[in-house]
């Protein structure tokens, strides 16, 4: 066998590894596909990560950047207005919008997982000086792009894990700003991969938590992934208990990096994507995407009244003092990836010694 043949069969190891850990692929379920309403020029959101709306405008923040800034958007996407505060964030990676009007900007990226604390600034629109909240997990850093409020405003903050179960963090009392108030893990939730197409990375990435949002009267969450959102029924407004019933999957298919998600207080689900080598990306809507789980909850599916699909998440309930499991199914990735490669150094070295033979 050749060494090309070699690396092909290592490479194919660690991509089976990796599809293992993630869990089977789920099948697409027939819900109508998501409609293009309009195209982000804006080269300020050329990094789309949140999305929330009022019914009249929609919000709009993207990575990076010195200084918050939320971007307003008219529904053909053109710019209303920019609110802006003199703050230096992180990385901003979800936005949300409260009962009150005021926007959660959510700076919980970490892609090093290194930071001590991460933060929530609460921007109020009247040019009043924005509230920070700074944050510590109970376990150690977590990279993260997923903000929730309940319908009490009580954040929640979903961990972005490329395997395994993301955390499902809530502040452990009253936020104290600046703080850091202590996040405690509440649950968690699993995704399996998915054949819808789309995303940076493959199928892996149809199982990352990139995003989420919560309807206008809270009864509804959403999480998504690069490839699909997840909608939970939470009819009496408890987002922990929501996050443990079978949810409904909507495809959301093309977007190449898809991070925002928003509902309409009509119920409409709005996405988005960062623009990656695309060019400019649409934002579209699922109309009436909130009586989706009102009909699974009357039927008893995952998904349309006709849809007979598997689940394809889960919220399981938190181990105590410990976080998601994700780390140990890393460190059995490495383990198995580093031995494809042992093998085929091994096997290359012993072709190498008998071809060198007298």
């Not at 089977?24 to 379920?29: M, R």
């Not at 009007?101 to 919980?108: C, E, K, Y």
């Not at 009102?294 to 008893?300: L, N, Q, V, Y």
């Not at 460190?331 to 008998?354: F, G, N």
């Amino acid at each position: 066998m050749s060494r090309h043949s070699f690396l092909v069969r290592a490479l194919a190891l660690a991509a089976a590894a990796v599809l293992a850990l993630a869990g089977p692929a789920a099948t697409a379920q027939p819900f109508p596909a998501p409609v293009e309403q309009c195209v982000v020029q804006d080269s300020r959101l050329a990094e789309l990560s949140g999305l929330a709306a009022d019914g009249e405008f929609r919000y709009a923040v993207g990575d990076g950047g010195r200084r918050l800034q939320v971007v307003v958007l008219r529904k053909d996407c053109t710019v209303q207005r920019v609110i802006t505060a003199a703050v230096d964030p992180f990385d901003i990676e979800d936005l949300a919008l409260g009962s009150d009007g005021r926007l959660w900007l959510a700076d919980i990226g970490d892609n090093d997982r290194q930071r001590q604390t991460v933060a929530l600034h609460v921007l109020a629109q009247n040019g009043a000086p924005p509230q920070l909240y700074r944050l510590t997990y109970p376990d150690g850093p977590h990279d993260a792009e997923a903000l929730l409020l309940d319908r009490d405003g009580t954040p929640y903050i979903v961990t972005k894990q490329a395997l395994g179960s993301s955390g499902v963090y809530t502040p452990a009392g009253p936020l104290n700003g600046p703080g850091p108030t202590p996040l405690e893990l509440v649950t968690s939730v699993r995704f399996a991969r998915t054949d819808t197409p789309g995303g940076p990375v493959g199928s892996v990435g149809s199982t990352v938590v990139t995003g989420g949002a919560s309807s206008a009267d809270g009864g509804v969450v959403a999480l998504r992934t690069y490839t699909d959102a997840y909608l939970y029924d939470a009819p009496d407004g408890d987002l922990i208990a929501a996050l443990g019933r079978e949810p409904v999957r909507v495809p959301l298919p093309d977007e190449p990096q898809g991070e925002a998600i928003a509902f309409e207080p009509d119920g409409a689900l709005l996405t988005g994507s960062e623009r990656a080598e695309a060019g400019p990306q649409p934002i579209r809507a699922v109309p009436d995407a909130t009586s989706l789980v009102t009909t699974a909850g009357s039927t008893g599916t995952s998904g349309a009244a006709s849809s007979t699909a598997e689940p394809q998440g889960a919220a399981q309930p938190a181990p105590p003092d410990r976080g998601p499991l994700t780390d140990w199914q890393a460190v059995l990735l490495a383990i198995l990836a580093a031995t494809a490669v042992v093998v085929v150094i091994s096997r290359l070295a012993r072709r190498s010694q008998r071809s060198e033979a007298p």
